[in-house]
């Protein structure tokens, strides 16, 4: 088991930054590869970025593509999103998922084993 608790949402202003964080624990954090996700009112879970065990390859959905960048700290069992330039479109419930298929940079949420509860992120125009 991977428990995973996510940090750092709140109410920004368009144009702003936020940065979030994925505390692990339980199983060993640098076996997995991290992902996050997020889920807007009325709309479907999906993807944001993703990162491998090392941290050496990321990959990131269009719509956030060089404003956010997902790292991972091994030694502190955690996985950050900065997020920047931040858009009312980005509002929604931001989730941290880890996955056992460790070099795979899945966009998928089914093939994520464990999840956080979510933080909120809300940008106001």
């Known amino acids: 088991q991977v428990q995973l608790v996510e940090s750092g949402g709140g109410l920004v202003q368009a144009g702003g930054s936020l940065r979030l964080s994925c505390a692990a624990s339980?199983?060993?954090?640098?076996?997995?590869?991290m992902g996050w996700f997020r889920q807007a009112p009325g709309k479907e879970r999906e993807f944001v970025a993703a990162?491998?065990?090392?941290?050496?390859?990321?990959y990131y959905a269009d719509s956030v593509k060089g404003r956010f960048t997902i790292s991972r700290d091994n030694a502190k069992n955690t996985v950050y999103l900065q997020m920047s330039s931040l858009k009312p479109e980005d509002t929604a419930v931001y989730y941290c998922?880890?996955?056992?298929?460790?070099?795979?940079?899945?966009?998928?949420?089914?093939?994520?084993?464990?999840w956080g509860q979510g933080t909120q992120v809300t940008v106001s125009s």
């Open positions: 339980g199983r060993t954090f640098s076996n997995y590869a």
């Open positions: 990162i491998i065990w090392s941290g050496t390859n990321t």
């Open positions: 998922a880890a996955n056992r298929a460790m070099w795979k940079l899945s966009t998928i949420p089914r093939e994520y084993e464990y």
